[in-house]
């Protein structure tokens, strides 16, 4: 009897990912062993065809030594390399079955149990057999808690629009830690499908907030004025984080953010908003570029004026003990660049109370922080507003743009 010795039964496994990010799962080499030349011959044919690239050609070739084999040690090493040239082949159907008699031997140690584990639900995936992907992810996740198996099966989950069984997956999630970007995706898809529109607007705040892009921003302060009871009022503040954040695009917003600040009577920021709009080519071209120049010279003229009257402005509100007009005027003299002036004068009405809306005070003292370059006393001061209005969603967007802006 002419004896082979095979060295190397087990070559490595293509990839069989289940996202193109998953690094090659391989086969452990299986022990040396001295196989009959019925059963080694076939096998280190297979070997040798595997090398050269013709995997189907190996497969070929193990049904050879399928017919010959006595024993289960024959059929496990003939196994283990029809593991890897299925696999390599893109036989799903053959893989599935060969990982599947692997695991089912018993001849497999801890670890390569775990590797082969995985990789069956690779190769399940990969075939579209999602249901026994995620049962056979559902058995690991038994012995061990993996975030990666973990993130697989919300992923089959999403693909299979199971949507009960995928949000008890990121409820747990979240439980046990700070959810991916892609899982706070799927959740806010969630809610999206179930109009939870309270639901969505909290998870694409923690999506800005986690992983700050323009898209989950724009999404969130487009979204956030549509929150039950969110105030109008509140309407030029939801701009000026836009403007903070760099999401102003369309001549229309600089338009109507600059009308919004004139109305509140903060003709140098106005001003500051229609400058950049024309920066950025959105203000003075086209059609309306004359009415960009007629709103452009209104501020200038209302700055002016502003700025001529001060010191009157200031005494008539204080002799009306009008704090929330101290307020506004502090606001604008800080966008006008006396920051020290208004801010302490700001400071001062909010202290002096006797205000309608205190907590727009507040988030609005919190921007002139912020307006002024002091980003320490704008976090310390919206950290200080509360309300159900949206004040408190809005103090909690300033301090995740100043902590965390978009890259």
């Known amino acids: 009897m002419i004896k082979f010795r095979l060295a190397h039964l087990g070559l490595a496994l293509a990839a069989l990912g289940f996202t193109a990010a998953l690094p090659v799962v ?12 019925e059963v080694g011959k076939p096998l280190q044919q297979a070997q040798s065809l595997m090398k050269q690239g013709n995997h189907k050609g190996a497969l070929a070739a193990l049904r050879e030594a399928d017919k010959a084999a006595r ?8 196994e283990r390399v029809r593991a890897s040239a299925s696999s390599s082949a893109g036989d799903w159907d053959t893989a599935a079955r060969s990982f599947e008699k692997l695991l089912d031997s018993g001849k497999l140690n801890a670890t390569e149990r775990s590797q082969f584990s995985e990789g069956l639900v690779g190769i399940y995936m990969r075939a579209g057999d999602l249901s026994k992907a995620n049962a056979t992810i559902l058995k690991l996740l038994k012995d061990r808690n993996d975030p990666k ?15 009960a069984a995928l949000e008890a997956e990121l409820r747990n999630a979240e439980k046990s830690g700070r959810l991916s970007e892609d899982e706070l995706g799927m959740l806010a898809n969630i809610q999206l499908k179930k109009n939870d529109k309270a639901g969505y607007v909290n998870t694409i705040e923690k999506l800005a907030s986690n992983y700050p892009k323009t898209q989950y921003w724009t999404d969130l302060l487009n979204r956030v004025q549509g929150k039950p009871g969110f105030s109008n009022r509140l309407s030029v503040d939801v701009y000026r984080l836009k403007l903070a954040n760099n999401l102003l695009k369309k001549p229309s917003e600089y338009m109507e953010m600059a009308q919004l600040v004139m109305q509140s009577r903060a003709p140098a920021e106005a001003l500051k908003v229609i400058d950049k709009g024309y920066k950025a080519g959105a203000l003075g071209t086209g059609p309306d570029a004359a009415r ?5 010279d209104l501020a200038e003229k209302n700055l002016a ?13 204080r002799a009306a003990n009008d704090n929330d007009a101290l307020v506004g005027l502090g606001y604008a003299l800080v966008q006008a660049g006396q920051a020290d002036k208004g801010l302490k004068m700001m400071e001062s009405a909010i202290k002096a109370g006797g205000l309608r809306r205190t ?8 921007e002139a922080y912020a307006a002024a370059g002091k980003k320490q006393q704008a976090i310390s001061t919206f950290k200080t507003v509360s309300g159900k209005e949206g004040t408190a969603d809005l103090a909690r967007y300033w301090i995740m743009a100043i902590n965390r802006p978009i890259a």
Not at 149 to 163: I, P
């Open 149 to 163: 198996l973990r993130a697989y099966l919300m992923q089959n989950y999403y693909k299979q629009g199971n949507v």
């Open 305 to 317: 004026e502003q700025n001529k009257n001060v010191a009157s402005l200031e005494a008539e509100y």
């Open 26 to 37: 391989g086969i452990a080499p299986a022990h040396a062993a001295v196989l009959r030349a």
């Open 71 to 78: 024993d289960d040690n024959e059929r496990f090493l003939i």
């Open 292 to 296: 960009h120049q007629r709103l452009k």
């Open 359 to 366: 907590d727009e005070a507040k988030l609005r003292l919190g």
